[in-house]
């Protein structure tokens, strides 16, 4: 499916080929004489990841994840890929968050020396997931906390830099998933004092696991009809390009930097609905636009018979939906001419203790007395982010086909 990716976001070319291109000797050498960590290494992002670092024939390559599956599927694709490198391979099904981690961490410091670098994607990145109190928790102790400590113990094992998945969503974000992120960059600069730290920001990495291009294939494989929005517009980025650009930002970045793909708005900015147009006359069917969601699941089996499929599309209405995307705030400091097709949002070291300090015995306190709600955390959000202006609607996801 990947191979087939750019027609259907509106591009004919793969976006970081020249830039790699021009350094790739030293990406190859840094990355067959170092040891990683990919946390979070078993989904979409994380594995891009791992294949782009075991084509390199790293030193050293552990993943962690708690997922099990995704896990031994990214095992099998590398083995039936790539084969096996000269250097150690291994995976570990670990919460990133747990004590079993840190003794996990400390045994590889005493066995192996540590790490050189340590990439975390290990996050919760749906808008969908701030639908109630507990899910939205478990993303500020995701998104939030899990990678401060990680980028403690990161120092700890001796690691030259360390790196963090961001969000275009965290550029004046409207949702908490996009606000969780900005927060998490306010936590990280707070370490970059101590260790080298760079992240990147990038957009729907397109047919990634749970996105809604994902379930079109779900859809299809269930034979049910296609829903999709027609008046929200996103960038893409295939699953190869979102692994390269992270390798890059933390190879080559300097400390605090943030890199986002050029991709222009008149060109690259692409409708839900286009896309499951152009998904499905790709696969030799002509989409028919129904009226309602029960007219839809009513007529797949018809439709199919003449090579046609049912789709419904529709106007945004669910909270936290962005009506357009942006990779920076004005007044960030940009680099534009490092790279053909790569931007830097080049940061200082800026946050407020205070702020921080805040925000963490605010959350302790939350969990310490067993109870919060969503209102709580919306509210701790404002207070913590100025440029915050969360888009309530009342209405989720979850409620949409």
């Keep these: 499916m990947y191979d087939n990716i750019l027609p259907l976001i509106g591009r004919t070319k793969p976006l970081f080929v020249e830039d790699l291109g021009k350094i790739e000797s030293e990406i190859s050498d840094i990355v067959k004489n170092s040891r990683f960590l990919v946390i979070g290494g078993a989904g979409t992002i994380g594995s891009a990841i791992c294949r782009e670092l075991f084509a390199r024939d790293p030193k050293v390559l552990h993943v962690v994840d708690i997922s099990e599956n995704n896990m031994v599927e990214l095992v099998r694709d590398i083995r039936s ?8 391979f291994a995976t570990f099904a670990i919460d990133c968050g747990s004590d079993i981690f840190k003794a996990f961490i400390k045994e590889q410091k005493d066995r192996i ?3 050189d670098y340590v990439f975390n994607t290990s996050a919760l990145k749906h808008v969908r997931s701030e639908k109630d109190p507990y899910t939205l928790m478990r993303m500020i102790d995701t998104n939030i906390f899990n990678t401060d400590s990680t980028m403690v113990l990161a120092k700890e094992c001796g690691a030259k830099k360390y790196f963090c998945v961001s969000t275009d969503k965290a550029a004046n974000p409207v949702n908490m998933m996009g606000a969780s992120k900005r927060i998490m960059e306010h936590y990280l600069n707070r370490r970059s004092l101590e260790m080298p730290v760079s992240t990147a920001r990038f957009a729907n990495v397109a047919f990634s ?11 299809l494989e269930k ?6 929005p027609n008046d929200v517009r996103r960038y893409f980025v295939t699953p190869k390009e979102a692994g390269e650009l992270c390798i890059l930002s933390c190879l080559t970045g300097e ?7 050029k991709l222009d708005e008149e060109l690259n900015l692409v409708t839900f609905s286009d896309i499951a147009v152009k998904y499905l006359n790709s696969l030799g069917y002509e989409p028919v636009e129904c009226a309602t969601e029960d007219e839809a699941r009513a007529r797949v089996s018809e439709l199919k018979a003449l090579h046609k499929y049912p789709v419904y599309f529709f106007k945004s209405d669910t909270t936290g939906e962005k009506d357009f995307e942006e990779f920076y705030m004005d007044g960030e400091n940009l680099d534009m001419d490092k790279f053909t097709s790569i931007g830097i949002v080049k940061k200082a070291a800026e946050y407020k203790e205070e702020d921080l300090e805040y925000f963490t015995a605010t959350i302790r306190a939350m969990r310490d007395k067993g109870s919060w709600t969503r209102g709580e955390l919306v509210e701790l959000f404002n207070k913590m982010l100025p440029e915050f202006h969360h888009k309530e609607t009342g209405k989720f996801l979850d409620g949409r086909m």
């Design 113 to 115: 020396g540590g790490y």
């Design 255 to 261: 400390n605090r930097d943030i890199y986002f793909p």
């Design 223 to 228: 034979e049910q009809p296609i829903a999709a």
């Design 81 to 88: 890929s790539k084969g096996y490198g000269t250097g150690e």
């Design 209 to 219: 696991d749970g996105s809604l291009l994902y379930g079109f294939n779900r859809r």
